[in-house]
């Protein structure tokens, strides 16, 4: 109880107050307006932040990020696009329910759903607190090595089809931070003697970069998209009724979206595809998934919504972002010399309690101003993209240039932008590089830490949880590989499907050929063989 | 128009089934690869040059350590992508999108542009200017959409510089205007 209050305490203040507010109708705004993701207004704000407190930065951003999921569904119920990436599975059956002419249910019941997802994660994780208290400090260098390892092979694991691509890209993010002056031997890396290069590469030159810019020019040079809204009719707090008839899916939905938002590298992709499928298998009616089926509605929604509070786990305990959102708040930890990991649980507890606290009152502040305020909120979703476009273009520039009013970080942003640019024209993920450049640093330095008390390479796992976390690295590779080899058979079974009988004998002719060839079917030749043997076989 | 020798155009549908599976669009996608790539051999070819080996010090410390780690997965990686990748000719396709990506020049040249003038002329009047500017180059003629992006300007402006005291240096013309006023403008515009 005192730790509660003593979190009140911290939260009490105008300017905290003010930034929630700030941070929750900002989020919805920029979740509603489809072409701006939390990304690009987090990298945006980042450098504004550093001049606020710890407490009051982190919760514009902390608010941002949990409210524009909310914001981000208006869009793909009314008109089928996906106000931020992770709202792509709420277009399945919330835009089906608006051409039923049932966008207001739709939209309360998605409110209601992440609003129970959100409220749900912050509750589950203020009572798991003490215990993160107590497994935080069992964590080293090692675990926090493996941790980071893990968080790593999961993000580019999870680009399921581009893994290859997204493994390079991450070591590419990895190369970025190791540029610059090495911090133990002081002796340049990959600086190509320019005075430019020797203080690194900055992340959040390269976040306003991948992010921001690159979305500017996206937008710049795309088309405006001509979109038709449908008037909304009945109520808006009907959702909360119909939310309560399915108690089972909201719950299982929101212990997902906690776990996995808890595991570095995961979050709301899996979250969302594990919650809808099990949503979808337990449901009496599973054939309406995908045509406006409530349930799947809500485990979309409750899923992705419990996934922002969880996400804190790995960043406050560990110190390891898991996604591309967290490891740029991370920055405002560092500007503040607050050094996230097991001491701030050990130390500072009122300060994380507080920061949930932060998260349920946002929670709260979102669903009362979307129930009065959707009938005027649903304009923004006509804004041009192209105006957008320059807006987000003379935004990043107040990113950029406020750090450190250098040219050269402009510059250097502007190439991020256009590198960003063909990443999305070739729908290839940016996040591994973000990813690889933050967990790159916290490898290197935990490594070499790690390492100095190693003697044989079996030490490094022989504590507890650094084998728990070396055995689920193997399993996730093996995993991993059984599915990579899945998909090759299945690919190779449907290219013989298609071909026709004359191809297809062909095919068994060379089967055959192949098994008689290998040591069985010298076994069967010999047995055959056995009362004619030929002069000439030969052995 | 590239040389007709150059592009290879796959008759009718006939588009494989690891085309039809690829994850994005194939266009691009090989010119990305290739550069991706040598820009890896590049830099693995430059490792002994720019990072050092040094003595008495162990194998994981070594400073040459990670880049050689991120530098290896890059070539290894980026190469096994280049060999996956499900077609491994240019097509027409490729072209257009390589102009795509040429003409995005435009828009980081409007940005540096800005960047440039900021320090000279002063936050709020080149933001008061850019803004409609680049709306007029985007198409956008009528009245109100010129006013709402001056309009974003100068929102932009009070937000970042006034009230959340943002580190961006007033414009070098500001020291023409006299005194009280100066130090205002240098402090909130």
Redesign the interface.
């Known amino acids: 109880m005192d730790l509660i209050l003593s979190s009140i305490d911290i939260l009490a203040r105008w300017d905290v107050l003010l930034a929630l507010l700030a941070g929750s109708v900002g989020g919805v705004l920029i979740g509603a307006i489809p072409g701006v993701g939390p990304a690009v207004a987090i990298a945006i704000l980042l450098?504004?932040t550093f001049?606020m407190d710890p407490i009051v930065g982190l919760t514009v951003l902390l608010g941002i990020y949990g409210s524009s999921m909310y914001g981000g569904s208006i869009p793909a119920i009314l008109i089928n696009t996906p106000g931020t990436a992770v709202n792509a599975l709420t277009t399945y059956d919330g835009y089906p329910m608006t051409t039923r002419g049932e966008a207001r249910r739709a939209l309360s019941l998605a409110y209601s759903a992440s609003f129970f997802g959100g409220i749900f994660s912050v509750i589950c994780l203020i009572l798991f607190a003490p215990i993160l208290a107590k497994i935080a400090p069992m964590f080293g260098s090692r675990e926090i090595f493996l941790a980071a390892l893990l968080g790593l092979i999961l993000v580019v694991v999870a680009h399921?089809?581009?893994t290859?691509?997204a493994?390079?890209l991450?070591?590419?993010g990895?190369?970025l931070?190791?540029v610059g002056l090495?911090p133990?031997?002081y002796?340049?890396?990959?600086?190509?003697d320019q005075s430019w290069l020797s203080g690194g590469v900055n992340l959040i030159v390269v976040v306003l970069g991948l992010f921001a810019?690159s979305q500017?020019?996206y937008l710049?040079?795309g088309e405006d998209e001509k979109t038709r809204l449908t008037k909304l009719r009945g109520g808006m707090f009907q959702g909360l009724r119909e939310l309560i008839r399915h108690p089972r899916v909201a719950g299982v939905s929101g212990t997902f979206g906690v776990l996995m938002g808890m595991i570095p590298g995961v979050g709301e992709f899996t979250a969302q595809f594990l919650s809808y499928t099990y949503a979808q298998k337990s449901s009496k009616r599973p054939q309406d998934f995908g045509h406006g089926s409530s349930e799947g509605l809500i485990a979309a929604e409750t899923s992705n919504n419990a996934v922002p509070a969880a996400a804190m786990v790995p960043l406050l305990a560990l110190g390891i972002p898991g996604e591309a959102l967290t490891a740029m708040m991370l920055s405002v930890f560092y500007v503040h010399n607050v050094v996230p990991g097991p001491q701030l649980f050990q130390n500072d507890m009122d300060f994380v309690v507080a920061l949930y606290l932060a998260l349920l009152i946002l929670n709260v502040l979102v669903l009362v101003f979307l129930l009065f305020a959707t009938n005027q909120l649903i304009k923004v979703v006509n804004i041009?993209n192209?105006?957008l476009g320059?807006?987000i273009?003379?935004?990043?520039?107040?990113g950029v240039?406020?750090l450190r009013?250098s040219?050269t970080d402009?510059?250097i942003a502007?190439c991020f932008?256009?590198f960003g640019?063909?990443l999305k024209?070739?729908?290839?993920p940016a996040v591994p590089i973000i990813l690889?450049m933050v967990l790159?640093g916290i490898?290197?330095v935990k490594?070499?830490a790690g390492?100095?008390r190693v003697k044989t390479p079996f030490d490094f796992i022989d504590r507890p949880i650094a084998m728990i976390l070396f055995l689920m690295i193997v399993g996730v590779l093996i995993i991993h590989f059984l599915r990579v080899w899945q998909d090759h058979k299945e690919?190779k079974e449907?290219?013989w499907s298609?071909k026709h009988a004359s191809t297809n004998f062909g095919m068994h002719m060379s089967r055959r050929k192949d098994y008689l060839l290998r040591e069985r079917g010298r076994k069967v030749r010999e047995k055959h063989l056995k009362y004619n043997p030929r002069s000439t076989d030969k052995r | 128009m590239p040389p007709a020798f150059f592009c290879i155009q796959r008759p009718g549908n006939m588009s494989s089934?690891?085309e039809k599976?690829?994850?994005?669009?194939l266009r691009?996608?090989l010119l990305?690869?290739i550069v991706?790539l040598v820009a890896?051999l590049l830099?693995l070819s430059?490792l002994g040059d720019?990072?050092?080996w040094?003595k008495r010090?162990?194998f994981?410390?070594q400073?040459?350590f990670?880049?050689a780690?991120?530098?290896i997965?890059?070539v290894?990686?980026?190469g096994?992508?280049l060999w996956?990748l499900p077609r491994r000719k240019f097509d027409r396709a490729d072209f257009v999108?390589w102009r795509?990506?040429l003409?995005?020049?435009e828009?980081?040249l409007?940005?540096?542009i800005?960047?440039?003038l900021?320090?000279i002329i002063g936050y709020l009047p080149v933001?008061m200017v850019?803004?409609p500017i680049?709306?007029w180059r985007?198409g956008?003629r009528s009245k109100k959409?010129l006013w709402?992006?001056v309009f974003?300007?100068v929102a932009?402006v009070i937000l970042?510089k006034a009230l959340?005291?943002?580190?961006?240096?007033g414009g070098a013309t500001y020291e023409y205007l006299p005194g009280a006023l100066r130090s205002f403008f240098i402090l909130n515009f």
């Open positions: 450098p504004a001049s399921r089809g581009q290859l691509i493994a390079a991450a070591c590419f990895i190369f931070n190791t090495e133990v031997k002796s340049k890396r990959f600086t190509f810019l500017a020019f710049l040079q041009p192209r105006f320059a807006c273009l003379v935004l990043s520039f107040v240039y406020s009013n040219f402009c510059l502007a932008g256009i640019f063909v024209r070739l729908s290839i690889g790159g490898m290197e490594l070499r390492m100095a690919l449907a290219k298609t | 089934l690891e599976r690829f994850k994005g669009p691009g996608q990305f690869a991706f890896a830099l430059q720019q990072t050092k040094v010090t162990k994981f410390a400073p040459r990670w880049p780690v991120s530098i997965g890059m290894l990686f980026g096994l992508h996956k999108e795509v990506w003409f995005t020049i828009w980081v409007w940005f540096l800005y960047v440039i900021v320090p933001t850019f803004m680049l709306m985007m956008y959409m709402i992006s974003f300007g932009v970042f959340l005291d943002v580190k961006i240096p």
